[in-house]
């Protein structure tokens, strides 16, 4: 069995952890696995447009907030209600 490849641990833009807590989304994003959050980012981060970047956050928001979705697949644990 081959040694997984590490991610690179992806800073937090302050940005996004502004618009996380002006929604009340930072709980629900700190209880996602950790690699998770960390894909958000990266996923967010490779965006070359501007507007492409922003589309990613509200993204990354609206999933945070309906729960049960992770970058448009299912995610069950995260369901909420």
């Known amino acids: 069995m081959g040694a997984m490849a ?3 641990v ?3 833009p302050d940005d996004i ?3 996380l807590e002006r929604r009340e989304l930072w709980d629900l994003y700190q209880q996602r696995p950790f690699y998770q959050r960390n894909d958000y ?3 967010i981060g490779r965006a070359v447009k501007p507007e492409t970047r922003q589309r990613r956050i509200e993204q990354m928001l609206d999933e945070l907030d309906m ?3 992770n970058m448009s697949m299912e ?3 995260s369901r909420r209600g």
Do not use: A, Y
């Open 6 to 8: 590490k991610r690179p």
């Open 17 to 19: 952890q502004t618009e």
């Open 75 to 77: 995610h069950p644990p």
């Open 41 to 43: 980012l990266g996923w």
């Open 10 to 12: 992806l800073p937090m």
């Open 67 to 69: 729960g049960g979705v």
